[in-house]
């Protein structure tokens, strides 16, 4: 790859380094990392290079490393996915060598732009991943109380049951507020991992969620395996990473809806027929007043 004058003399820092021993791996990707975001935007070749360096890097260094470009990342709008997928990756692995797992993701407010599209893209590993990452300890988002076994949840089980996933995806949405065109994608998703997060975040009994993983999608119902790894995956996700979830789901929903939404129904109607009413002169108003005076005696 035809290298730019910018990252030029970094990677041949990176390759003294790797063939010198000389640890400054550290060093270069956080100069890396700055360097990058001091510009609002970069063409494809630009990005291709910090890409390449950075995963060159970012396995190698230490975890404290790995936090300052997370943080850096964070403050960017157009920080690259797959950096970002490399850290929740490495945010999750075990320990290696008995040092401790790499530092959380940027935060969800820098970057859910793209992380709602990211989820309903990945393949089931990648949201396993995601979805774990979200609950770490310190980046909980403020926690409502859990939800009991309400009408809500009954109506959704009906629904799944019935083998109805327009109902159930309109009653979705007025229970999350995510929109009509996001829960019709949690409904219909063929993996199951964006209905796990709904049923997480309405406090969904397990039970109650397993039998409307075997209804209401006939993709996931009918692998007797796949229901028990969303099973399991929904005894083991963070109530937390849930939440998060949907609230990054609801931004991009927001994002989308009008500026102006109606109080009543028909809003629009009214103002139709009040412009296209003429106002009632005074004189009018006083004669109808007089004629109702007189009727009354």
């Given at each position: ?8 003399p ?14 400054i ?23 291709a ?8 890097l ?19 709008a ?32 820098t ?11 990945a ?6 991943l995601?979805?774990?990452n ?12 859990a939800?009991?076994?309400?009408e ?52 969904m ?39 998060r ?14 500026s ?19 106002a ?18």
């Open positions: 790859m035809t290298q730019s004058s910018a990252y030029s970094l990677d041949g820092l990176l390759d003294l380094a790797c063939r010198d021993g000389v640890e791996r550290p060093t270069l990707l956080r100069v890396l990392t700055d360097l990058y975001v001091q510009k609002p935007s970069h063409n494809a070749e630009e990005e290079q910090y890409v390449e360096l950075s995963l060159r970012i396995d190698a260094v230490d975890p404290a490393t790995r936090s300052a470009v997370s943080t850096t990342l964070s403050r960017y157009n920080a690259p996915v797959a950096v970002l997928r490399r850290l929740i990756e490495l945010a999750v692995e075990p320990s290696r060598h008995g040092r401790p797992a790499a530092a959380p993701l940027p935060k969800a407010s970057w859910q732009r793209d992380m709602a599209e990211e989820f309903f893209i393949n089931a590993g990648d949201r396993y995601i979805l774990t979200l609950g770490v300890p310190d980046q909980q988002a403020p926690r409502r109380p939800p009991i076994f309400s809500v949840i009954r109506r959704l089980e009906t629904a799944a049951l019935q083998r109805n996933p327009g109902e159930f995806a309109r009653m979705l949405e007025r229970a999350l507020g995510i929109g009509m065109a996001i829960a019709d994608r949690v409904t219909r998703d063929n993996s199951g991992e964006p209905l796990l997060v709904a049923a997480k975040a309405l406090g009994p397990s039970s109650v969620f397993q039998r409307i993983v075997m209804f209401l999608n006939p993709s996931i119902g009918r692998s007797v395996e796949r229901v028990f790894e969303l099973s399991q995956l929904y005894d083991e996700i963070q109530p937390a990473a849930a939440e979830m949907v609230a990054i789901w609801r931004e991009s929903a927001a994002r989308r809806r009008p102006h939404v109606p109080v009543y129904w028909d809003d629009t109607q009214r103002a139709a027929r009040a412009s296209a009413t003429p009632r002169s005074g004189t009018d108003h006083g004669r109808d007043q007089s004629s109702r005076i007189k009727s009354s005696r």
